[in-house]
């Protein structure tokens, strides 16, 4: 990767933070060629501050509260992204829909990190919602943002197993491993400028 510009990530946060320790992980490794330059979290007791503040991360505390709606706080959010030169955002663990002002700010550069395999499964508790049905197998899926809950064009998706004694708490576990591997790799694939939309599908380029 000598010679090459990192990739400019915002990340956006609003929990424990275990896929934002993977990127920080694979980007220490010299594995992913980017940088964070910020992360925004819209609940101070994230844990996810704390793992970025270890790694000498910028952050920004951005609440909901003091915004009157989803489209005010976006646009506030794009702003910071913006201050610190993101040219990727990417939401791992952010609990909020994005408007159109975030989408529109940043065409096809949002990408999620879904524990389903997308289109299955949308929206929260995803993991009891697979096993509520009783499917056999399930797994992460990475994708664009559009202004949809998990409507986005799919990047790429990892396949977990469901064993027939799993609770909600083992089966996001075992997701979550998958979860870790994924995020980065699409992230590296966008970096490389390898991914290109085309409608709903997206192109991975050799």
Same mark, same amino acid.
């Given at each position: 990767?000598?010679?090459?510009? #990192?990739?400019?990530?915002?990340?956006?946060?609003?929990?424990?933070?275990?896929?934002?320790? =993977?990127?920080?992980?694979?980007? %220490?490794?010299?594995?992913?060629?980017?940088?964070?330059?910020?992360?925004?979290?819209?609940? =101070?007791?994230?844990? =996810?501050?704390?793992?970025?503040?270890?790694?000498?991360? #910028?952050?920004?505390?951005?609440?909901?509260?003091?915004?009157?709606?989803?489209?005010?706080?976006?646009?506030?959010?794009?702003?910071?992204?913006?201050?610190?030169?993101? %040219?990727?955002?990417?939401?791992?663990?952010?609990?909020?829909?994005?408007?159109?002002?975030?989408?529109?700010?940043?065409?096809?550069?949002?990408?999620?990190?879904? #524990?389903?395999?997308? #289109?299955?499964?949308?929206?929260?508790?995803?993991?009891?919602? =697979?096993?509520?049905?009783?499917?056999?197998?399930?797994?992460?899926?990475?994708?664009?943002?559009?202004?949809?809950?998990?409507?986005?064009?799919?990047?790429?998706?990892?396949?977990?197993?469901?064993?027939?004694?799993?609770? %909600?708490?083992?089966?996001?576990?075992?997701?979550?491993?998958? %979860?870790?591997?994924?995020?980065?790799?699409?992230?590296?694939?966008?970096?490389?400028?390898?991914?290109?939309?085309?409608?709903?599908?997206?192109?991975?380029?050799?």
């Amino acid at each position: 990767m000598a010679g090459k510009v #990192p990739c400019m990530l915002g990340v956006l946060v609003s929990g424990g933070g275990t896929n934002l320790q =993977a990127i920080i992980d694979c980007i %220490e490794a010299g594995w992913l060629n980017a940088r964070i330059g910020c992360v925004i979290s819209n609940n =101070a007791d994230a844990y =996810a501050i704390i793992r970025a503040q270890k790694s000498g991360i #910028p952050v920004v505390i951005h609440e909901n509260s003091g915004f009157s709606d989803r489209r005010k706080y976006d646009a506030a959010t794009v702003e910071i992204l913006r201050d610190h030169g993101a %040219e990727l955002v990417v939401l791992a663990g952010f609990m909020r829909i994005l408007s159109d002002v975030m989408v529109d700010a940043f065409p096809g550069a949002i990408i999620n990190i879904h #524990p389903a395999l997308l #289109p299955a499964f949308p929206g929260l508790h995803a993991q009891q919602q =697979a096993l509520d049905y009783g499917v056999r197998y399930s797994g992460c899926t990475v994708h664009f943002v559009d202004c949809g809950t998990d409507t986005g064009p799919i990047i790429m998706q990892s396949v977990v197993p469901v064993e027939q004694d799993d609770s %909600e708490a083992s089966l996001s576990a075992r997701i979550q491993i998958a %979860e870790h591997k994924a995020l980065p790799a699409a992230i590296s694939l966008y970096a490389e400028g390898r991914l290109k939309i085309e409608g709903r599908h997206v192109r991975i380029l050799a």
